[in-house]
């Protein structure tokens, strides 16, 4: 039996949810002494391959073919059960990004496997497997067991500590026997350069209705600047389109859960909540001092932005030149 996961990339880079994926079959590896076996789909050289060797992937199947490059979630479900029957896995595990969320549940039934989706943490318990998992937008948790032969599981950032494991390189190149006769066709890709990805940055700033306009956004930027984070934004400002739909995080938007959230003059809708409930350290920056956002909040802040974020650029100018 062996542990599978399923790595993702992004201009031939790997991700970063799909490291902590590794590190989170590795940690499930200690307990049931299975080889961590990762899977990855795309034009990727060895360097960046053998990435995954360092937090504990004793075997990485690459397939490195052009026919493949193009994301398709029903070919992905049978080139992935083939793998899967190959490697006799039964453990196969996900990031909880939109790909992973396309892929799990059609793998799910395919291979008639039980599925934890949106995991929060390393397994409760390994006989059965066992996870804790969020429910009605963060608001409560279950423990969700997984009876079956095989398991499927799709983990939230943040899940487990990414510490390297290293073990030797072992790549193997793979040649699917199944076509990959794609429903969807890509005819062009534009790529976002020069940005922190939402759902890779380990600090986030966000803004909200309280900002007024979109044009009082340069504070917000130049605090991201300087604490070197990704920008976001709640719904009402990307529908007003005072921001991209690209920055929207929230329920209805990206599901994010960075080391550090800062939230500015957002009030906190549970559909928001539900986007960023999985971030370890939120801090609210608002000055209605009952809004909700400050009940989900590890610090907060009450005051205006406009006079907030001046003050807090230059106390983290003066920490960081300390």
Known sequence: MS????SENRTGKIKKHSLEAVAYATYISKNNSKPVIAVSIGNINNDELSVLAKYGASKIISVNDNKWQNH???????????????????????????????IAP???????AGLASNVLALPTWYSPMTFKRKSYNGNAFQQIKITSAKCIVTINPNSCDLVENPVPVNITGYTPTTSANFATKVENVDLITGKILLTEASVVV???????SSDNWK???ELAEVLGAGIACSRPVSDEGW??????????GKIIAPDLYVAVGISGAIQHIGGISGSKVIVAINKDKDAPIFSYANYGIIGDAFDVLPRLIESVKKFKNA
């Open 3 to 6: 542990i599978i996961v399923f």
């Open 72 to 102: 398709d979630s029903q070919s992905y479900t049978k080139l992935l059960a083939e793998i899967v029957e190959k490697e006799n896995a039964d453990t196969i595990i996900f990031s909880h990004s939109n790909l992973g969320k396309a």
């Open 106 to 112: 059609r793998l799910s039934v395919r291979l008639k």
């Open 206 to 212: 966000s803004g909200g209705r309280g900002l007024k």
């Open 219 to 221: 504070p917000l930027e």
């Open 243 to 252: 921001r991209s739909h690209e920055e929207h995080v929230g329920q209805t």
